[in-house]
């Protein structure tokens, strides 16, 4: 089998070479010609729509130079196996009946329950996944695309019905099917319901349920429907069949457990046993994977986390996590499960909203089984440095759905949040009101005043502000304001943020350190010293911390300045054309943040690039008009790197930007 269009197009030449065509446009067109099969494709339809508005003369030259491209791959009588036949008025790819997979996936589906283990490994996605197909032709190729996809639904069905025992091969094909399946589309019911009878198959009843309930999740967060009852009768078998094991048993009732009034009315999350689908060799790392990720996310103050002892009581029990939410208090549920297979371990995990079900977050580990405990401590760190931002998402758009009238100083904080994070100067500011009236309702909210500390600097170092020095004093007045903020680490992050844009490095550093003794996995702390290293003329230092802030939190809306701050490090220590590679991605992603523009000028302009220095310069004058490069060398962000600061001031004359 040399041609593969299931999950990307791969094709391998008559010496096992991989084929590169010339154009994306012959390798669509050849995927075309696989798709047709023997009857092939009449040229001027093929003309019409690979080459639409070039005229019939134009369209069909641009077809000959595709066609002699694939030719020359595949010559006439150079390779019996494959080659293209045509004549004036179609054209046609013959090939082998076992050259390509989606041939192949037709014949194996035809032949009967023997081979569809066969055909389900064939599967590695849908027709030219995560190839870019040009707009207009995606109406050619999606016909296909949604056939084989239902073939392959109806394909994990069949398979998981006749499966022969657990641990078969047929199951582990049914299961990697399955698995494919939901990555594009996780509202896939086949592929629910395939998994929830492999689970049960295994006599892993809660699981099984378990998946029947993200099932049910999903469909309500993307469709806003209920399971099609095919799926909610398998769930009712599953609960019939799983006896006392899916409630909790009479003799371990679980109690409603009090908890105390945490300050400001913080979110609590609680910690599940994770589900192990392996042997009972692998009980003990399913429970030390939960036991980090609650120690890791114990961590972040932002949230109250319900002791390991009292999630445990549910081990061994399928619940509703809205039952969890009452009995244990909690806002938000993290589940999982563990499996391994040969020497590799795969830890799936997500974050659950205990009143609506909704699923908040959820990824997927893997890890060699040697390096047991090193992948045990990573996945504690990523998944707290991933829920973080998943809860604090989940907080803001509540507090968004309450009368002003009931606002409190928690929930005026939360409304703030998704503008704070220095993007334009009139989302800045409308961080700057709610902030200041939660202070209103508590004056001493220290993140309240660490976070308003944050705004004003950022008004200050992005030069929204007419006096930025007049910003700068406003930042270190809210600082002091902030007072005891010691066992807070996103407001030591905040203050500690303000201070560095103050240029105060050293008092700035001992905030942040601060900040990430008490949680090492604080994605904006990382960031911020990150950014500190780079103001003390120690850049060499930052990429780590920022690829460590990036590692925790790749999500995270501040993700485009922990970019640009690894982008600045490169620039500085000399690798100009990463730098401006990644100025060019952060300005494509988020054109609407000028920052972006003024570095681009600058390391441009430092690489000899002036055709887009000039033009990244005239974009920041466009947005920024009373941009000048002196009022920008004045910012004591440069205070520690004054050579570095007339580099860039000099590159930024080149680029055309006025020095006054």
């Given amino acids: 089998m040399r041609i593969r269009l ?45 080459w639409p508005g070039r005229g019939d003369a134009q369209s069909r030259n641009s077809l000959r130079q595709a066609l002699a491209d694939i030719r020359r791959w595949f010559p006439a009588g150079g390779d019996a196996a494959i080659s293209i036949e045509g004549d004036q008025e179609t054209v046609a790819l013959t090939a082998g009946p076992d050259e390509a997979d989606i041939w192949l996936f037709e014949r194996k ?15 590695r996605g ?47 094909a049914c299961e990697r099917l399955a698995e494919t399946l939901l990555a594009p589309d996780p509202t896939a019911e086949a592929a629910h319901r395939a998994l929830m009878r492999i689970h049960a198959a295994k006599g892993h009843e809660n699981a099984a349920l378990r998946q029947f309930e993200s099932c049910r999740a999903l469909l309500r967060k993307h469709l806003d429907v209920e399971p099609e009852a095919q799926t909610n009768a398998l769930a009712a078998a599953l609960q019939t069949c799983g006896g006392n094991r899916l409630t909790a048993s009479a003799h371990e009732p679980h109690r409603p457990i009090s908890t ?83 020497n590799r371990l795969r830890i799936s995990v997500q974050l659950v909203d205990a009143e609506t079900r909704a699923q908040l977050w959820s990824e997927r580990y893997e890890g060699a089984i040697e390096d047991v405990f090193e992948f045990q401590d990573r996945i504690a760190a990523q998944v707290a440095g991933a829920i973080h931002p998943a809860i604090r998402g989940a907080e803001i758009e ?10 409190r100083a928690y929930d005026l904080v939360m409304r703030a949040y998704p503008n704070i994070w220095g993007r334009r100067k009139d989302t800045n500011d409308q961080a700057i009101e709610p902030l200041k009236n939660a202070i209103g309702v508590d004056p001493a909210y220290g993140r309240a005043h660490a976070l308003l500390a944050w705004c004003h600097a950022s008004n200050a170092a992005y030069l ?22 010691g066992d807070d680490p996103t407001a030591l992050a905040a203050a500690g ?70 982008a600045t490090a490169l620039a500085e220590t000399g690798s100009l054309s990463q730098a401006v590679a990644i100025a060019r991605e952060v300005i494509a992603a988020h054109p609407d943040i000028i920052m972006s523009y003024r570095y681009l000028a600058a390391w441009s302009a430092m690489s000899g690039d002036l055709e887009t220095a ?32 007339d580099q860039v001031a000099e590159a930024l004359i080149q680029a055309g930007l006025p020095e006054r």
């Fill in 6 to 50: 299931l999950g990307g197009l791969e094709v391998t030449s008559a010496e096992g070479q991989p084929v590169r065509f010339a154009t994306r446009k012959s390798a669509l067109l050849f995927a075309a010609l696989v798709l047709a099969g023997p009857r092939g494709h009449q040229r001027e339809l093929l003309s019409e729509a690979f």
């Fill in 109 to 123: 589906l035809a032949e009967g329950t023997a081979d569809l283990a066969f055909a389900a490994e064939l599967y």
């Fill in 126 to 172: 849908d027709v030219l996944a995560g190839e870019a197909i040009p707009d207009g032709l995606d109406e050619w190729f999606r016909p296909h695309q949604v056939r084989y996809r239902q073939k392959a639904l109806q394909l994990v069905e069949r398979l998981s019905l006749a499966l022969p025992e657990a641990g078969s091969a047929d199951e582990t």
């Fill in 260 to 342: 105390a009034a945490r300050p400001h009315d913080q979110p609590s999350v609680a910690v599940m046993p994770f589900d192990n689908l392996g042997g009972a060799d692998d009980e003990y790392f399913a429970d030390g994977v939960v036991e980090e990720i609650s120690a890791a996310l114990s961590r972040v103050r932002d949230f109250f986390v319900i002791a390991r002892q009292s999630a445990f009581t549910y081990k061994g029990h399928f619940v509703d996590v809205r039952e969890v939410g009452r009995e244990l208090g909690v806002a938000y549920v993290v589940e999982g499960t563990v499996r391994r297979g040969g």
């Fill in 398 to 407: 509540l507090a968004k759905r309450k009368p002003p009238t009931s606002l």
């Fill in 464 to 485: 929204w502000a007419e006096h930025p020095e007049n910003e700068l004093e406003e930042a270190r007045a809210a600082v002091e304001a902030a007072g005891s903020i």
């Fill in 497 to 566: 943020s303000a201070l560095s844009m103050c240029g105060e490095q050293e008092r700035a550093t001992t905030f942040i350190e601060r900040a990430l003794a008490l949680d090492p996995n604080n994605a904006w702390a990382w960031a911020r010293h990150g950014w500190i290293a780079i103001y003390k003329d120690e850049a060499a230092r930052a990429p780590e911390r920022f690829q460590r802030a990036m590692t925790l939190s790749p999500m995270d809306p501040f993700a485009f300045n922990m970019r640009l701050g690894m």
């Fill in 614 to 645: 000039r033009w990244a310069a005239q974009k920041l004058l466009t947005a920024q008009p009373g941009f000048t490069i002196e009022r920008y060398r004045s910012l004591p962000i440069f205070r520690n790197t004054p050579k570095w600061a």
